[in-house]
């Protein structure tokens, strides 16, 4: 920060005057002067960093009105609060959007023509109304500023159509007039998109660091257990503000009820809520009368409460730059803060399907996207060099202390020769490529594209087929982190050897890597990513748990999956249930399981609790479950009926997707039902008997793999996940 010197400017008279600040935070002084100079002006700043006041401070300070393009009704009406707490006459800034009554819509318009309106806050969606242009050039505009100005770029977050037209709009008022783009994330081509969109190419460029050194940054991964876990971090935080994502709707709603029936005061966010109630909710939070907001991406833009203490995030967000701007918006006080995110692969499969609806080039941006979140959540290196990367920043420390890789202890093991087999590869499919086709070679995968360009046949194919997937697309990371590769700047996507990557080649040298063995003894150890800052769960009872499932499922001839889930005994090491009672509210387990399995483990848990005079967190275990279990028993009932499942679906109003993770919840918490009915009437008989083999010989519980070693060609998805409930309930239940 600069300390502002009394008398140094008019600027830094009216920065104290009217917003009681005695000082510019980061490039904020010399941003205000480019606008003030009328030069077109590209402001990429981090959320909390200020960006707001290197528009709001010009507006007042320059002849004629400001119009700020912002995105969302809340982030308009969160700004319009703040700067009319600093004026009595409330005429200084108005919003004009839908919202707004006819009557109030006049009263504005009549203070725009007077002059009293220094700041104007409207949608994009505005400036498309030929009326609303028409009126704009009836007035003085000193500048335009336009918010959130990633939205313009398809390869941003939170690309929307009407924002590429905003400069065509502008146009159309027929005279030179400055603009200010401001963003919170933007990558390098996001950057550019912005400028050639905007036409500015002449743009002055202030770009502050992206690195956020008070946030803590952690992965855990996805498991039934997740609601009860999310409750016991909150009660670990209690009386602190919070944001959780979720990706849709429904989610929002019931993990919402699920944490008042805890105690916890949580409320929803989303466009399906009432516009009064989504403001109310809004206004609670902000005044803190309530600790957690639940709700959609949407929830936060521009929202100026900073105490926010975590962000959780449900679902793993479909961008890089979504995630940022999300986690962003914790600890803009400079507090500590922790940020969280759940992920499980196939939660990014889903997405990816969504994406077949759209255009073939929006497809493979989406593709591309989804990737980098993927191997962003897979990979062992420090999450905040990874993010700051990813920004086109570098991050030279190399343990940033403050993520869950640096703060875990890890097996590294030299991997000079799987750099070098990495790049080799690389240019011997003659740069031409992207990781996944890369990965596919070196695994010795003969997919469609493999065949196509000949890659069978190359020295490479099969070579690393003793790293796992995971493994390769971190060791691809860590060769972009260490500029041995690049990313091709005209295809997005491919890689190609660097100048760095081509001086390894000829000489290599040692490069440590996170060893398999040291993941897997993770995994084995706590769960995955249990970090000590709000972890829930034993992990030496977790790791007793296993040992015994083991013995139990070579006892019974079976997978240990279909007697419990991991999730489940992830639960039981939050929980510790000791009766039988107990045991029946564990996650996956109903009382047909826990009567049929339980007994073992709830006298291990039992004795482990006495043992080391473990507290129980009882006062967790309440549940809001009366609508689920209505729906289940309907769904029970519809299949004793024989009803078909899409007729089911249609009439819970659920996707099929949604249905068979009912089915799949119903069956592994231990009801036996008979989809016989519907299995033969969809599926062929040869399939059924090959996906069984499969499923009575693995000792893994994962559709992934499970797709991957039956041919993702020729069966589907659903089709194992039939198989795989109707093989749960007639050998688990």
């Known amino acids: 920060m600069e300390k502002i010197e009394q008398g140094h400017s008019e600027m830094a008279k009216q920065l104290k005057d009217i917003f009681g600040y005695d000082y510019f935070k980061n490039s904020q002084e010399a941003i205000i002067c480019s606008i003030l100079a009328g030069r077109d002006t590209i402001v990429v700043m981090p959320t909390g960093a200020g960006k707001s006041m290197c528009y709001q401070l010009p507006a007042m300070m320059m002849d004629g009105m400001a119009v700020v393009v912002s995105p969302l009704i809340s982030l308009m009406k969160n700004q319009v609060d703040i700067v009319r707490n600093h004026f009595i006459e409330k005429s200084i800034v108005h919003v004009l959007n839908s919202t707004l009554s006819k009557f109030e819509q006049q009263l504005v318009r009549e203070d725009l023509i007077s002059g009293k309106t220094k700041l104007l806050y409207v949608a994009p969606e505005f400036l498309l109304k030929e009326e609303n242009i028409r009126m704009l050039k009836s007035l003085k505009i000193s500048f335009f500023a336009i918010d959130e100005a990633h939205c313009i770029s398809e390869w941003g977050h939170d690309f929307r159509p009407e924002y590429r037209r905003i400069r065509q709009r502008i146009d159309k008022l027929r005279r030179k007039i400055p603009i200010m783009a401001l963003t919170a994330t933007a990558t390098p081509k996001v950057r550019q998109d912005i400028q050639d969109n905007l036409r500015i190419p002449d743009a002055e460029i202030f770009q502050t660091s992206f690195d956020r050194p008070n946030l803590y ?97 449900y679902d793993i967000p479909k961008s890089l730059e979504g995630y940022y701007q999300e986690t962003g918006r914790a600890g803009r006080d400079d507090g500590e803060a922790t940020c969280i995110a759940y992920y499980a692969y196939a939660d990014i499969l889903k997405v990816g399907k969504l994406a077949k609806r759209k255009s073939l080039i929006e497809q493979d941006i989406i593709r591309q996207l989804l990737a980098e979140t993927a191997a962003y ?63 596919n070679v070196l695994l010795g995968n003969t997919t469609a594209d493999i065949r196509q360009f000949g ?77 000590p800052k709000g972890g829930a769960i034993d992990k030496i009872l977790f790791s007793m748990l296993k040992d015994l499932l083991k013995t139990v499922a070579k006892h019974e001839n079976l997978p240990p999956y279909v007697i419990f889930h991991e999730s489940s005994l992830e639960d039981m090491s939050i929980q510790y249930p000791i009766t039988m009672e107990e045991m029946t509210q564990i996650s996956g387990v109903g009382a047909g399981k826990a009567q049929k399995y339980g007994q073992p483990f709830i006298e291990l848990i039992a004795k482990h609790v006495e043992e080391n005079e473990v507290e129980r967190p009882q006062d967790i275990i309440i549940k809001s479950i009366a609508n689920k279990s209505g729906q289940k028993i309907f769904i029970i009932q519809s299949i004793d009926q024989k009803i078909y499942f899409e007729d089911i679906a249609a009439s819970e109003n659920l996707s099929m997707d949604e249905l068979l993770t009912i089915i799949e919840s119903i069956v592994a918490a231990g009801t036996k039902i008979n989809i016989d009915y519907y299995i033969e009437g969809n599926i062929d008989q040869y399939h059924r008997e090959e996906i069984l083999e499969y499923l009575q010989k693995t000792q893994e519980d994962s559709l992934e793999k499970a797709l991957k070693e039956l041919g993702e060609d020729e069966y589907a998805e659903e089709e194992i996940r039939l198989m795989r409930i109707k093989f749960l309930s007639d050998k688990g239940n």
């Not at 952690?218 to 503000?241: N, W, Y």
């Not at 609670?284 to 962000?311: H, S």
């Not at 640096?406 to 590869?425: A, D, F, P, V």
């Not at 100048?499 to 490069?511: A, M, N, V």
């Open 217 to 313: 940054y952690e992965i855990r991964k996805k498991t039934d257990a997740i609601d009860k876990e999310i409750v016991v971090f909150i009660k670990k935080h209690a009386g602190q503000s919070g944001i959780i994502y979720c990706r849709n709707r429904k989610r929002v709603d019931e993990l919402t009820r699920f944490l008042q029936a805890n105690d916890i005061r949580a409320l929803p966010y989303h466009a399906g809520i009432m516009a009064d109630i989504r403001n109310i909710n809004q206004d609670k939070f902000l005044k803190e009368d309530a600790d957690v907001i639940v709700a959609t991406i949407a929830f936060g833009m521009g929202i100026d409460k900073p105490d926010i203490r975590f962000v959780i995030h």
């Open 377 to 439: 959540a897979e990979s062992n290196l420090c999450r905040r060099k990874s993010l700051l990367f990813y920004f086109g920043e570098t991050y030279s420390k190399k343990n940033c202390g403050s993520c869950d890789n640096c703060i875990k202890e890890k097996q590294m093991e030299e991997g000079r020769e799987y750099m070098y087999m990495l790049l080799e590869t690389v240019k011997d499919t003659q740069q031409r490529f992207k990781d996944k086709h890369i990965i």
């Open 455 to 531: 890659h069978e046949e190359s020295s490479h194919f099969g070579e690393g087929y003793e790293k796992s997937e995971p493994t390769w697309r971190s060791l691809i990371r860590q060769a972009l982190l260490d500029k041995l590769l690049v990313y091709d700047a005209e295809n997005a996507g491919v890689l190609k050897v660097s100048e760095d990557g081509e001086r390894f080649l000829k000489r290599p040298y040692s490069i440590p890597i996170v060893s398999e063995k040291s993941k897997h003894n993770e995994d084995d150890a706590d769960g995955d990513a249990i970090s």
